[in-house]
């Protein structure tokens, strides 16, 4: 996840220093001078960052596969959300702060050359980035607190493309007419243009519009522990899944949209349906109960993920072509689930129960809940392990306390794997403990199931 990070901040910064630096150093620099190369490269890396952050979202097929899945996808959007609001930051301080300091006799004043006529389109622009840059700061600090309804997150969001086509004109009229000569300046464009065709497409709804596809509402359990299980049947178009991916689901809600959820159950294309296990975690995660009903037709969108349980979670398989057996030394799988983390599991648990010719699983699934109430789902749990040859460790952390890094390293062997989908700090801590203790990072899947 670092990787794309540092090549997107050290590329803009290979180019300036390659074609831009030397020129202004050629000039023997004053302060002042310093002052506006700065300005120029805050905002150039600003409209890099803005650009690539919201050309991943729009959810590019090619990109998800390679980053690993959209989960991955998205938490690289955010750090590159947050990272687009540090830059554009420090390129309104450094417009700012140096005439404060000028003001207070903390740096010398600035040259004032003769006054004329401001060219009318670079005076927009200036106004425009101006008031864009505060609303982008605003809707940053809005995305990031958790306590605002997804439905505003969501709506916020949306703005981000009408802000950014914002930043786009004040960005590329007020480019240095030099950098047209250089690859910065093209280079720069380009991805002005890629953030701003994926803007368009968030603005008028059309993304990830050819993975949708209607379903109808089968049935409906409501579980203890504030558990929802809906069962459904895509009526058309559905390609299948892998165990372990997730979908967005719009059940028709004004001001909602679609929500993610992870698919707890196998694919089978003769029974076609498919199960969603929806915990209450939020506003409308808690009301779901009363607002849909069996017969219902609703939205679904994907599949989505590689948390595919998988030996490369990078490879592009049909649902068919997912590995079923586990019954090598080196294909042997811890895995282990939070509470709703389970669902993941749950279909590859029925995914290797129901397969033709099935020979028995080596894993070991770690399923960690708080009490015994909570574990009503999925019910017969442990048959269903027993059936897919999985062994079972159930553990109740009110009584029994949280579950250690060395309970989970005893169960390793040679060319172990380890899946993981819980909270993600836990994940986090857990897998650090794995790594210290030997265990490869390559071999430690975490779903980043978190898309705010």
């Known amino acids: 996840m670092k990787r794309p990070l540092i090549l997107l901040a050290l590329i803009p910064l290979g180019f300036w220093g390659i074609f831009a630096l030397p020129e202004v150093l050629a000039a023997n620099p004053t302060f002042w001078e310093w002052r506006k190369a700065l300005i120029i490269l805050t905002g150039t890396l600003a409209l890099w960052w803005m650009s690539a952050g919201i050309a991943l979202a729009a959810r590019p097929a090619w990109l998800e596969k390679h980053l690993g899945g959209l989960d991955k996808l998205y938490r690289l959007h955010k750090y590159i959300g947050i990272g687009s609001g540090i830059l554009v930051f420090s390129h309104w301080m450094m417009e700012w702060l140096p005439k404060k300091m000028a003001k207070l006799g903390w740096v010398p004043s ?16 200036k106004d425009v980035g101006e008031w864009a840059g505060y609303i982008l700061l605003a809707l940053v600090v809005i995305a990031l607190v958790r306590r605002i309804p997804y439905r505003y997150f969501r709506l916020v969001h949306k703005a981000f493309g009408l802000i950014f086509l914002a930043g786009v004109f004040h960005g590329l009229i007020l ?16 991805m002005a243009a890629a953030g701003a065709i994926s803007a368009l497409l968030s603005l008028s ?11 109808q509402i089968v049935s ?18 559905w390609p299948g899944h892998r165990a372990g991916q997730f979908l967005f689901a ?19 294309s003769k029974d076609g349906t498919l199960t969603l296990a929806i915990k209450a975690l939020g506003d409308f995660t808690t009301k779901l109960p009363v607002l849909v009903q069996p017969g219902q037709m609703f939205l679904l969108e994907g599949p989505y993920g590689s948390f595919d349980f998988s ?12 590995p079923l057996g586990c019954n090598k030394l080196s294909d042997h799988q811890v895995w282990i689930a939070g509470g709703i983390g389970i669902t993941p599991f749950l279909a590859r648990l029925n995914e290797l129960a129901n397969a033709d010719g099935k020979k028995s699983a080596n894993a070991d699934l770690f399923y960690c809940t708080p009490d015994s109430t909570a574990g009503e789902f999925p019910a017969h749990l442990e048959a269903l392990c027993q059936s897919a040859g999985v062994r079972l460790h159930r553990r109740l952390t009110e009584r029994e306390g949280p579950l250690s890094s060395h309970e989970v390293a005893s169960t390793l062997q040679a060319g172990s794997s380890v899946w993981f989908c819980g909270p993600a700090a836990w994940g986090k801590s857990l897998g650090k403990a794995l790594h210290n203790s030997g265990l490869s990072r390559t071999a430690f899947h975490q779903e980043a199931f978190e898309f705010r």
């Open 110 to 125: 600035r040259p004032r050359g003769p006054k004329g006529m401001q060219d009318m389109w670079l005076s927009l622009a």
């Open 311 to 322: 030996p490369s979670t990078q490879v592009d398989r049909a649902p068919q072509e997912a």
């Open 205 to 215: 709804n059309r993304i990830g519009r050819n993975r949708q596809h209607p379903a």
């Open 220 to 237: 409906i359990n409501q579980h203890e522990g504030k558990l929802l299980e809906i069962v459904c049947r895509p009526t058309e178009g």
């Open 175 to 190: 480019m240095p007419a030099t950098f047209w000569q250089n690859p910065l300046g093209w280079l720069t464009a380009t």
């Open 250 to 268: 719009d059940f028709g809600q004004r001001g909602e949209g679609a929500h993610p959820f992870t698919i707890a159950s196998a694919w089978n």
